[in-house]
């Protein structure tokens, strides 16, 4: 009953069969190899567009890059309070950017909305005494397991242009947003006025594999990525991941099964005396808050998931995870300890 | 017939299988996992002492982590002009150590020595308008293929200790060195005076996978490589290359296999008329001048190889270089063909 | 009528007078000249102690150069959500660190207490998924014109030091605080734990002027200066400033005259109707809320400040600064307006 | 008998002056004052063309600040071996551009030729394993005492441009090439192609100022500067210094002073005994060989000047810097111990 984080899952066979697959024989290294030569392509399919694609090792490398490419290092980089780049990734976002600041913002169920950031704007306009506002990140799904609607993206968009921001997305649990909202990656992404996609598949089946998607000019993009270490010698491995991920909708198919072993926790907890859903469930994500003898139960059955706030008022507020490996029998169990 | 680097190769099917191995069930992330767990006692046999060990995923993380460890913001870096910090990591080590300057030194074979150092030394003694003397970064087999004995680190780390330096051994080729000098880890790094060791396996037979090795206190690396994006969530998948590549002696075996190919290529070449052997062979390349003709005819036959520089006299300095899992017909194809 | 701030106004002319003086003749360069050398020992005398003195030429410069010390590239700085390297600097805390993390904080009067860090600190204490606290920053006087004393300074360290965080002092107003608090330098310092000060002049008389005082081991700090450009080389005209701003204890004086006006601008609009005094007066800084229709006359009647927030109700929240110059009719006359 | 810098001497008593003239009344600091105001168009006459001006305090400073807005993180900066920014900024370079590489190349009395750069690119062209090469940054004068004409700097910018770099100019002595070349400031930047300019006052008379000068879009320069701790509050301070140097011609006034007292320091040496001038005279310095027992005997009466390198075959290379302010009579009492 491990429902810690979907980084606690392994890799899906499909996508450890291909890397044997990719094996064979001497190609070139460094991404100019066969595999890594499809992906673009195959990322143009599923976005119904050019794209220019960089594959690399993890949500923290993907996200730090894509915001120093969009981002001065005197930049502001506007983000919700409790998004991975602000709290999950030390100090990543400024390491790479060459010391941007963060501007954390509030926001329901780890959404910002337009009218925050147009809030936030003023203490950044006065000139070069503040940071400039640069980029708007969001993160989709967020943190809590919500996911932006494309309307919701465009006004962001919308929002940030109009002030001279970028729009980056943090794209972790992309498919699981996708397999919930049931649209396509294009009206998720560039169509809804992304600028660029940290496109996540590690959490959702690969081993370590996300790739940075840039709908506009990639820049120097290349030479920040060698640079900082994440141009990976023999590319087939990570590219192979990366293809076996997309194909067949692989991506989407794993992505719905985490969602709805998530929708079917969230649906058990929320008939139990005592315990309260405390974000809707859109992606593979329930916060739930149980009573602390409860918790306590679970955790002595074996259960294991985060306790994101400190016990309050006798209860606790956890996280449960899902992924596209928890055996169904573990939602089961859990239910039926925790009822 | 595939000479062009060692990066060409694929993994070794050992190493492919423990991917496989450890993929079951759920385990904890970000390092707390079994697998790494075991890591750092493999790491602790093999060196004979306690040692602390983080696996990264390529040789220019591990070596710019290891550097910005290492030299201050303000420090200077010596090491050879022609080592791969130098020339093939765009600008990683200053970008990781905040600035820090690489002062470039000459040497025979890819070998720099402690004269060599310490004629450079008086420019940098000038209090603060000069980088500040930090580090010696050895590359241990170098980028031309040959390897330095213990007496002569321990030389060069009397040197750079005396100076207030610390010494960074670029292993890379670490296993090729052993295989070659057949000597222990220990005696070829901190008995000899190595202060962090950048441990390389991806060209020996991983997919993606290094370690840097400290020898003292590791302080805050744990920090700069998750601010660098290079702790990985699922950690396993990056240990367990480790663990498979040291089991039972593979990598020695590997890197023993590889050196000996390279020695069979030099000495077919050697007896081949307007053929001169660059530089000695120790470890896996193989550097070598060829007649113009003789390039043309063996890339017409398929041989990959990089021409090292350009045509000069009538010939051409080539390098070719052997891995693991080189067919030994290649080689005698090669010979045959360049003959 | 000029209360936009304490840096629109001139220098003293016993400072003036210093540069002239200076010039005689010529003298080493970078800080090896007499006048420079004296400055360590005046620092002694009046911090009671051997202290590591840094002249530069901004407030930002020292801040960033000593937060930069005293944290690495990895650290997270605790300070008011409102000090001035939070708002005023752009983002060169971040930038001279190699990105490290501001934390905000709240606090009345910009100052900020044990119990908010000891509040903020577990969101920090995730190992390497979050920013190491390494700093506390205050800033004396605050922003709001308010002053920590002795014992308040020496619990932030406490708490600073237990947590194993260094204290950091913007003493960009110190001297207006030691003349509000009638202590010794030493005890508002030092002796209550603070480890590194930026010491302002600038503000109190000087035409660029401020020094990094260490109270312990400044480490590479002359390399960190030099590496960012602000090693001047004709350092005797940065070193005279601070020379003749500490003799005869014209340093306080100065500051005791600003504050003195302050008080009295104070005194006077608290007595006028609809006015309010927003935080204590303890320094050279008055924020009070006026009625717009009063803003808007002492503008017409050529009055400067600084709104510091929009209206609101009727009101609007300004802020008037004294300067050591400020002429005592400015304050009768703005009052006399304002009534 | 002061040789050994013109950051030796102090300022010109016009400039002094101007301090305090600026020093007069209330007024809006960070830039916005009336001197500063003025000194755009002032440089827009002096260049013959609308500039962007950017006063800072430090000629390191400047050509760090110019650098890092013409170079990417990844970029690579080529320069002489010798010039100031590789050899006397301690790393500024590197930290200001986010680890930018230095190419060193080498080239007669501090110079460098466009074919010296065309021979060092090849090793930038590969792709993103090597830095990407941005800038081509020259000295005038060069620290050798030499000076580039208008046809050697267009040709170096032809070059620098065609291969998609910037030219920059660290002029911290431009006013003695000017008085030595007898060409307008225009002619000896931007209609020879010259991107940004450092443009140097502190060694010619100021106290502590220097300008950079963009003849392209400045981008956000203003932010860096900032970020930097270089944006002086009390700027008028900082403009002054660079207003009095423009007046009246005082700046070329001073130059040719310098210029002419070194060209009789050498022009007498030459007639010495033993002596050896190492390189043209044509700006303010004279690079001389001397026997050691000359050396030895200067410095007992009270010489001060530079070794430039340790003594061999019985001579010394020494460097003689004359400033505006040295005194004739030093020249000639300097000419009798020697003789």
Redesign the interface.
Known sequence: M?F??D?????S?EI?AA??A?????????GDDPVTARLAARFGEIFEREVAVFP??????????ALATLC????AIFCHRESHIA??????P?????????VLLDGEDGKIAPATIAAALP?YRR??????PSVVSITQATEFGACYKPDEIAALAACAHANGMALHMDGARFANALAFLKCSPAELSWRAGVNVLSFGA??NGA??AEAVVFFREAR?F?????????????M???SAQLEAYLEDGRWLKTAARANALARMLGDGLSKIAGAEIAHPIEANGVFVRLPNATVARLRQKGA?FLDWAPPKDGRTLVRLVCSF?TPEEDIERFLEVAS
Chains 1, 2, 3, 4 share one sequence.
């Open positions: 491990n810690s984080s980084n606690a899952t392994g890799a066979p450890l890397l044997a990719a094996n064979d024989g001497a190609v070139p290294s460094y690399v090792v993890s949500g923290t490398a993907a996200n730090a890059l001065p290092p005197h930049g709290v999950d990734e030390c100090t990543a400024e390491f790479f950017s060459g010391g941007a600041r963060l203490d000139g070069i005494h503040s940071a400039k590690t959490k081993l370590m120097d290349e030479y920040r990525r060698k640079k900082a270490g994440h141009l990976i010698s023999k087939r491995f990570l294991r490996a």
